[in-house]
């Protein structure tokens, strides 16, 4: 019998081939109620993210035998787990690609024990974040886009959207404030919940890939609209 969610303690997966890091983030996150198992090649990391439930999975950009992009592409074709990306380099080119084939966040390996944690708590809150019944059972709807908050799905017109936890978030949060202008301030706010760079890209990088499931045209929006020097707002094409 497998554990209550309420009971269960967080799994996280480490796919690094830094065995030593592996062996400290484990150390680290083991105290704080966090079972850790790390693997250390890129077909490995695939076949252990796939095959079993994880709270996260913490994965690093270079790695043997596939590297961190084509592990995340691999992962996201079966499964929606929240992904944090290592970079050694913290290479924004290579933060906005991860994003943009499904990462949930990114981290610097020069990064603290505490960073750490709060990444890892932020990205794992967004999946298992309980939604209070009244809400659960109100599905959002806006043309032929529907969004239920309660299994935390969408679907546009009869095709379900293959979405990651920050598209999702993003979405709801956009439909909730419809006709209003959400800024990205506010939308890091309420996805990331953890300080930010100001200039974090992020939330263009994540609308961009929300708007290629929707099939909206950034030029000719039928669902997200950018407000200029303001943010992002969600439209209903039928009112337009």
Same mark, same amino acid.
């Given at each position: 019998?497998?554990?209550?969610?309420?009971?269960?303690?967080?799994?996280?997966?480490?796919?690094?081939?830094?065995?030593?890091?592996?062996?400290?983030?484990?150390?680290?996150?083991?105290?704080?109620?966090?079972?850790?198992?790390?693997?250390?090649?890129?077909?490995?990391?695939?076949?252990?993210?796939?095959?079993?439930?994880?709270?996260?999975?913490?994965?690093?950009?270079?790695?043997?035998?596939?590297?961190?992009?084509?592990?995340?592409?691999?992962?996201?074709?079966?499964?929606?787990?929240?992904?944090?990306?290592?970079?050694?380099?913290?290479?924004?080119?290579?933060?906005?690609?991860?994003?943009?084939?499904?990462?949930?966040?990114?981290?610097?390996?020069?990064?603290?024990?505490?960073?750490?944690?709060?990444?890892?708590?932020?990205? =794992?809150? %967004?999946?298992? &974040?309980? +939604?209070? @019944?009244?809400?659960?059972?109100?599905?959002?709807?806006? !043309? *032929?886009?529907?969004?239920?908050?309660?299994?935390?799905?969408?679907?546009?017109?009869?095709?379900?959207?293959?979405?990651?936890?920050?598209?999702?978030?993003?979405?709801?949060?956009?439909?909730?404030?419809?006709?209003?202008?959400?800024?990205?301030?506010?939308?890091?706010?309420?996805?990331?919940?953890?300080?930010?760079?100001?200039?974090?890209?992020?939330?263009?990088?994540?609308?961009?890939?929300?708007?290629?499931?929707?099939?909206?045209?950034?030029? =000719?929006? %039928?669902?997200? &609209?950018? +407000?200029? @020097?303001?943010?992002?707002?969600?439209?209903?094409?039928? !009112? *337009?």
């Amino acid at each position: 019998m497998h554990p209550s969610p309420a009971t269960a303690r967080p799994r996280l997966l480490v796919i690094d081939d830094d065995r030593k890091l592996c062996r400290l983030i484990a150390a680290y996150l083991a105290p704080l109620g966090y079972d850790v198992e790390a693997v250390h090649t890129g077909p490995e990391g695939v076949e252990r993210a796939t095959g079993a439930v994880w709270s996260a999975v913490i994965l690093d950009l270079m790695l043997p035998g596939l590297d961190g992009f084509e592990v995340l592409k691999q992962i996201r074709h079966k499964s929606d787990v929240p992904v944090l990306m290592l970079t050694s380099r913290g290479d924004e080119a290579d933060r906005i690609v991860g994003l943009e084939m499904g990462a949930d966040d990114y981290l610097p390996k020069t990064f603290s024990s505490r960073e750490l944690l709060a990444r890892i708590r932020a990205v =794992t809150r %967004r999946t298992t &974040r309980e +939604v209070p @019944a009244t809400v659960a059972d109100k599905e959002i709807v806006i !043309a *032929e886009l529907r969004i239920r908050p309660g299994p935390r799905t969408a679907v546009l017109g009869d095709t379900p959207l293959a979405l990651t936890p920050v598209e999702y978030e993003l979405l709801l949060s956009l439909a909730k404030a419809k006709g209003r202008v959400k800024t990205r301030d506010h939308l890091l706010e309420e996805i990331r919940d953890r300080d930010y760079e100001v200039f974090d890209r992020s939330i263009d990088v994540h609308i961009s890939a929300l708007r290629k499931k929707l099939g909206d045209d950034p030029k =000719t929006p %039928r669902f997200i &609209r950018t +407000v200029r @020097a303001s943010g992002y707002m969600l439209i209903d094409p039928h !009112a *337009e």
